[in-house]
């Protein structure tokens, strides 16, 4: 069985300042990894993947995230969080094989002070 | 252009009452699921369909039924409406072949309350 951990389910940062979203997966086999964005009241948006290619991925908006395997993470940061980044934050796996489904961590709400 | 589109995007009704929600893609995409999203946000996948063929049915109960009439279109019924199907339905699609790797592209998502 696969499932993914989000360490803490509210962040708040200041403007200008490093965003840090914590995921932990639990997998015997390392899994493909996600990391979807979801703005208020809209759905889900790929915010970047990780399948093998590079541990270090970049994604869109200028978040990146790291995979290690020796720690099971999937870690995702930004060094200068906007006023734009704050929204719903999730992390979700799926498993090396031929199956499509994701499971996903409970969330993480971001939100950014001014 | 709409990727994934659903309609309606809210839907408020009586318990025991029957409710469909629509969803189309038009990215070309042969993979196509249904999401539910609850009150604490938390995601869980109920059904996926590759070119019109049902290929995962989690632990749903029997009150919903997905169709799909083509590859293009996933449709939500559901009968009886309960208190506890207020929710969020998320609508997806992914590329073929589905692949653990295939990004899935969602829908805006429709809101039901069931009073």
């Known amino acids: 069985a696969q499932s993914v951990t989000q360490l803490g389910s509210h962040v708040s940062v200041s403007e200008g300042a490093l965003v840090l979203l914590r995921c932990n997966y639990s997998?015997?086999?390392?899994?493909?990894l996600f990391w979807y964005v979801q703005y208020p009241n809209q759905g889900l948006q790929l915010l970047l993947k990780?399948?093998?290619?590079?541990?270090l991925v970049k994604g869109i908006n200028g978040f990146e995230a790291e995979f290690k395997k020796s720690e099971t993470s999937f870690h995702l940061t930004k060094p200068s969080a906007h006023m734009s980044d704050a929204a719903e934050y999730f992390c979700a796996v799926s498993r090396r094989s031929n199956d499509y489904k994701l499971s996903f961590g409970a969330g993480t709400t971001v939100t950014v002070r001014a | 252009d709409t990727a994934v589109s659903q309609t309606p995007k809210y839907l408020v009704t009586q318990m025991g009452n029957d409710k469909s929600i629509k969803c189309e893609q038009n990215l070309g995409h042969d993979t196509m699921y249904w999401y539910k999203q609850d009150s604490k946000k938390f995601l869980k996948i109920m059904f996926s369909?590759?070119?019109?063929?049902?290929?995962i049915n989690e632990t749903v109960p029997n009150r919903f039924s997905p169709k799909s009439p083509d590859k293009a279109h996933l449709n939500l019924h559901i009968n009886s409406l309960e208190l506890g199907d207020s929710a969020v339905y998320f609508c997806?699609?992914?590329?073929?072949?589905?692949?653990?790797?295939?990004?899935?592209?969602f829908g805006p998502g429709t809101r039901l309350t069931v009073l």
């Open positions: 369909y590759n070119n019109k063929e049902l290929i």
């Open positions: 990780y399948t093998s290619a590079a541990t």
């Open positions: 997998s015997s086999v390392p899994p493909y």
């Open positions: 997806a699609s992914s590329p073929f072949p589905r692949l653990a790797a295939d990004t899935q592209y």
